[in-house]
């Protein structure tokens, strides 16, 4: 069926009606129908190939072929077309979660939470200029919250049993999806260099079996499948990264020698995360730091370069922790436990401070192709450390599998969470990573 009658009124019931005053029949026939989802897929289009923020009407016009007037008959502005795809976005997972099968630990429970896997993964490639973008619209970001929380209860009702606690089972469940969602960002960023890479049944399956693993235990016969032999291909920095990353030091701020350079490094990352990389402009930059214009150029080509620079920050000082992740052996052991919780909280404090300027350059990275292409090396960097962690565990596709850890360990620090949040990253990297 094509598109502009698969996601017009069938998604989501909902009527369609021109705005006044372009006609005195509010209601739409079929041909307005048409009109109407052309000018989305064209603005889902256009979203995916300039980022939200960088998206015109007339790119959306263009890529629909109507005029203006057409546009303006069926939306406002670009911000309610970007709301309009947001509600289909969330009745379509809605819908997806709730046809899911009842989740069990045999073969039928996998293939349930297996087809699942593959709907949410189609939406998400369909909309996901759509998933990138959520947080610029508190009203949609709202939305989004809303349906996490349904998810997490659907899921939860579809559950026959588990063996994790059930004080427990709600904060895996919500990092799970939080993994899921991130995996298939990473995925996509990563595919942005290598674009025969990490094949989507892959990457499916390598989910599917850390969901089923943490709800259920490994069992060899259901939930652990072995890698199809590729190896995936490594990520070389690129010249503009490494040139930060190798002159860093140079930009160690003196705060007696350099004042203006001290302020702008210092109040950048909360005027990054507060309006995001792509609502940011110099002029804030400048306010926030109290400095000149000059004084910025006098250091900084633009803002990409100071983002930049913040980054490779993060990346050095979240990368340091990453190595001090403990071996397979010493968790196996009897301490384990309480070594890797350990880890944890001091990953999350370290991750806490840093990820705020990492989620600003990731979403940035999701929106611009340049920055894309800029981000894939460092997390490639992480997914190869992952999977040297995975190898020795002896058990399923390590090198896939490794690209879920750098999504869990992504989102768990990506956000504020409460201490017992803790224990359930612990559950599942024990669980559903390393089959305990």
Not at 37 to 49: C, E, P, S, T, V
Not at 350 to 357: K, L, N, Q, S, T
Request: glycine share 8%; proline share 6%.
């Amino acid at each position: 069926m094509p598109d502009d009658q698969r996601n017009g009124p069938l998604d989501g019931a909902v009527a369609i009606m021109r705005r006044a005053p372009f006609s005195d029949n509010p209601r739409v026939g079929a041909r307005g129908q048409r009109t109407q989802q052309r000018i989305l897929d064209a603005a889902l289009r256009a979203f995916g190939d300039q980022g939200y923020h960088a998206c015109s009407i007339d790119r959306i016009t263009t890529l629909a072929r109507c005029s203006r007037i057409s546009f303006y008959q069926y939306f406002a502005s670009k911000e309610e077309v970007y709301r309009h795809l947001a509600g289909q976005v969330a009745r379509q997972v809605s819908a997806s979660t709730e046809a899911l099968d009842p989740l069990t630990p045999d073969i039928e429970g996998w293939a349930a939470m297996r087809t699942w896997v593959a709907r949410y993964a189609e939406i998400y490639s369909r909309y996901e200029p759509i998933f990138h973008s959520l947080e610029v619209d508190e009203v949609l970001a709202g939305m989004a919250r809303h349906t996490g929380k349904e998810t997490i209860g659907r899921i939860h009702a579809r559950l026959a049993t588990t063996t994790l606690p059930p004080r427990q089972l709600d904060p895996v469940i919500r990092l799970l999806l939080d993994c899921l969602n991130h995996t298939l960002e990473v995925r996509g960023i990563l595919r942005s260099v290598v674009p025969d890479a990490y094949p989507g049944e892959r990457i499916e399956v390598a989910i599917t079996d850390v969901l089923h693993r943490t709800l259920f235990g490994m069992r060899a016969d259901v939930n652990v499948h072995p890698s199809d032999g590729s190896r995936s291909p490594v990520l070389e920095f690129g010249p503009a990264m490494l040139d930060v990353l190798r002159q860093d030091g140079a930009m160690a701020p003196d705060a007696a020698a350099n004042p203006a350079l001290d302020s702008l490094l210092a109040s950048a990352r909360a005027v990054f995360v507060e309006r995001g990389y792509h609502a940011t402009r110099v002029d804030d930059l400048v306010e926030a730091a109290g400095v000149s214009h000059g004084a910025f150029y006098r250091y900084f080509r633009n803002k990409e370069h100071l983002a930049r620079i913040l980054t490779a920050r993060a990346v050095q000082t979240v990368g340091a922790e990453v190595l001090e992740l403990p071996d397979v052996a010493v968790l196996e052991g009897p301490t384990g436990t309480t070594v890797l919780r350990r880890w944890l909280r001091r990953y999350y404090a370290v991750h806490a401070d840093e990820a705020v300027m990492l989620r600003v350059w990731v979403d940035a990275a999701l929106q611009d192709p340049v920055i894309r292409t800029e981000s894939a090396p460092p997390l490639d960097w992480g997914r190869r450390r992952m999977s040297r962690f995975l190898t020795p565990r002896g058990f399923g596709d390590a090198d896939v599998d490794a690209v879920v850890m750098v999504a869990l360990l992504g989102v768990f620090g990506a956000r504020q969470r409460p201490p017992g949040e803790v224990e359930a990253a612990a559950q599942t990297i024990e669980r559903g990573l390393l089959g305990r």
